[in-house]
């Protein structure tokens, strides 16, 4: 039979998680759940204010750099990730931006060409020179270097005085930017290390010359010419270098292999 309004209701407490529900059906928001929507809300806002900050690096001679030589702020240590450029000459990559990256990039690719088997032969050598040398410079710069690659110097490395391999064996000289800083910056001028690793030794069955590794930074001067980055100076300094890992070593036959198999990189900062 139907119940009179006149009756008393049965009030039901609801469980606390049911009553949670109950309250955000009818609108009202735990205070907690406010509170923690303001500080992710301020927590977006931040990052969005972080990310414009930092969206663009200044190129040479901009801000965070002055025409007299002032040491710009360090770069970030990942790599941007944007290819340096799209050409190349005789083999070595030319006509980077003018920009702090665009610098940093053509010092890596130096640096690549600097340590190659092409700097032990005299042709080569001269070739790699013209290619990345500010005109300016390069015969300078070529005297040095035909000095530092006499034939005596070139036989430590096994080699004969034309800068050739034992017949059987593979001449291996390969340096590797492990990464890159600009140390001095302006407009047309900017200097830049290069930490590498490298490899140099004759791979082989019955080499006297093994193929090792050593670590060195390179320091590269160079100049904006008006369409491209290049070379005036470089020096060489050893390390840093970390501690050797617990790891058996390639036998002769292995380390031909990949010196024949894999190539080498074009570098981008």
Same mark, same amino acid.
């Given at each position: ?25 009818? $609108?009202?928001? #735990?205070? +907690?759940?406010? !509170? @923690? ?5 301020? %927590?977006?806002?931040?990052?969005? =204010? *972080? ?17 007299? $030589?002032?040491? #710009?702020? +360090?770069?970030? !240590? @990942? ?5 340096? %450029?799209?050409?190349?000459?005789? =083999? *070595? ?48 710069l070529q005297a040095r270097l035909d000095q530092g690659f006499t ?119």
């Amino acid at each position: 039979m139907p119940v009179s309004d006149d009756q008393p209701h049965t009030r039901t407490r609801l469980p606390v998680a049911e009553q949670s529900v109950y309250q955000q059906v009818n $609108g009202r928001q #735990p205070r +907690p759940l406010r !509170t @923690l929507l303001a500080v992710l809300g301020v %927590v977006v806002l931040l990052v969005i =204010g *972080i990310s414009i900050a930092n969206s663009g690096k200044p190129a040479p001679g901009k801000s965070g750099s002055s025409a007299d $030589g002032a040491t #710009p702020a +360090p770069a970030a !240590t @990942l790599p941007s990730g944007r290819d340096p %450029v799209s050409t190349t000459s005789n =083999g *070595i990559a030319n006509g980077y931006p003018h920009t702090d990256q665009g610098a940093q990039s053509a010092a890596a690719n130096y640096a690549v060409a600097l340590g190659s088997e092409q700097m032990f032969r005299a042709d080569t050598r001269r070739t790699v020179i013209t290619t990345i040398t500010d005109p300016t410079v390069a015969a300078a710069l070529q005297a040095r270097l035909d000095q530092g690659f006499t034939p005596e110097i070139i036989a430590k490395f096994g080699l004969d005085a034309q800068g050739r391999a034992p017949k059987g064996l593979t001449f291996v000289s390969r340096t590797v930017p492990v990464g890159t800083k600009t140390t001095n910056s302006a407009d047309t001028a900017t200097k830049v290390d290069v930490w590498c690793t490298g490899l140099h030794g004759l791979a082989g069955e019955g080499s006297t010359q093994p193929v090792a590794a050593d670590w060195f930074t390179l320091s590269l001067t160079m100049r904006w010419t008006g369409s491209d980055w290049k070379l005036t100076d470089y020096s060489r300094k050893t390390g840093p270098a970390p501690v050797p890992g617990d790891q058996q070593a390639a036998t002769a036959e292995e380390i031909t292999t990949a010196v024949q198999d894999f190539g080498g990189f074009r570098y981008a900062r």
